[in-house]
C-alpha cells in the first residue's frame, strides 16, 4: 500500500508567508511540501523554520542554473537551511553539478544538518518533443535526452533527478534503485492537466518508479483541498 503522505509533496505556489500558512494549517496531512521560486523570491527563507517547526519535510525547489562558482555558493548557502531536497539544472554541466554536490555538503555540515538530497532537472515537464526539437534546437529524441540528462547527474554524484513520470520506467532500469525519481506533471483523472505536457496519474507515476510525485493544483486550487487530498490518498493506497 502507497501511503499520500510518504510519497506526494505538495507545492506552496503562493505568494506569501500569510497564505503558505494558511495552506499548511489546511491540509494538516501533508508531511512534504514543495517551495519554490514565487514563495522564495517573494518572502525569502522566513517558512523553511515554520515548515521545520511544524516537523514537515522541505523540498526547495529553486532550480539553479549558472557557472560552477556560482551554484556552488548558492549550494553552500541553501545547505544550511535543514531541507531534505534541492534542485539544480542538469544543463549546468558536470563541473557545475561537482561543484554543488560538494558545497552543499559543505554548507550542511557547518550548522550540522544532514545534507539534503541533491536531484538534477532533466526536462521541464511543460515541454514536449516538438520544443525540444523545435525552440531548444536539440536534435535528439526527448525519452534519450531526459535519459542522459539523468545519468549526466548519476555520473556527476547527485542523489537523483526530477523526471516527467513518462520517463520514469526508463530512468529506473538505467539508473537504478537508489537513484531518487521526483515527478512532477501527475494529475488524476478527474483534474485538468493545466501547462503540463507529459503527465501521469498518481498510481501510473508508482508503478513507472517514481520515489516521489509532486502534485499541486488538483489539491491546492480545489474547491475542497482536503476532499482533493483524500481523493489522491485513495487511489495510491490501492496502488
Not at 511540501?33 to 514537515?56: C, D, M
Not at 515537464?125 to 534546437?137: G, H
Not at 545519468?151 to 537504478?176: H, M, N
Not at 521526483?182 to 517514481?210: H, L, M, N, Y
Request: aromatic residues 6%.
Amino acid at each position: 500500500m502507497v501511503l499520500a503522505a510518504e510519497r506526494v509533496i505538495v507545492p506552496l505556489d503562493v505568494s506569501g508567508e500569510k497564505d503558505a500558512i494558511a495552506l499548511i494549517s489546511q491540509l494538516p496531512d501533508v508531511q512534504f511540501w514543495k517551495v519554490g521560486l514565487e514563495l522564495f523570491v517573494s518572502t525569502g527563507a522566513t517558512i523553511l523554520p515554520t515548515l521545520k517547526n511544524r516537523q514537515k519535510r522541505i523540498f526547495l525547489d529553486l532550480k539553479f542554473h549558472d557557472i560552477p562558482n556560482t551554484v556552488a555558493g548558492a549550494c553552500r548557502a541553501a545547505g544550511k537551511y535543514g531541507v531534505d531536497l534541492l534542485t539544480i539544472h542538469a544543463t549546468c554541466g558536470r563541473k557545475a553539478l561537482q561543484a554543488a554536490k560538494t558545497a552543499l555538503v559543505e554548507g550542511a555540515a557547518e550548522v550540522g544538518y544532514p545534507p539534503p538530497k541533491l536531484i538534477a532537472i532533466t526536462l521541464l515537464t511543460s515541454l514536449n518533443s516538438r520544443d525540444l526539437a523545435f525552440d531548444l534546437k536539440v536534435p535528439i529524441e526527448l525519452p534519450e535526452y531526459a535519459l542522459q540528462m539523468a545519468v549526466l547527474a548519476k555520473e556527476s554524484g547527485l542523489d537523483g533527478a526530477v523526471c516527467s513520470p513518462q520517463e520514469a520506467a526508463q530512468l529506473r532500469q538505467v539508473c537504478g534503485d537508489e537513484f531518487l525519481l521526483v515527478c512532477p506533471g501527475v494529475r488524476p483523472k478527474w483534474a485538468e492537466t493545466g501547462d503540463q505536457s507529459r503527465t501521469f496519474t498518481p498510481s501510473e507515476a508508482i508503478k513507472a518508479g517514481a520515489d516521489y510525485l509532486v502534485i499541486g493544483r488538483p489539491i491546492t486550487a480545489a474547491t475542497n483541498p482536503q476532499e482533493a487530498w483524500a481523493k489522491i490518498g485513495d487511489e495510491l493506497a490501492t496502488s
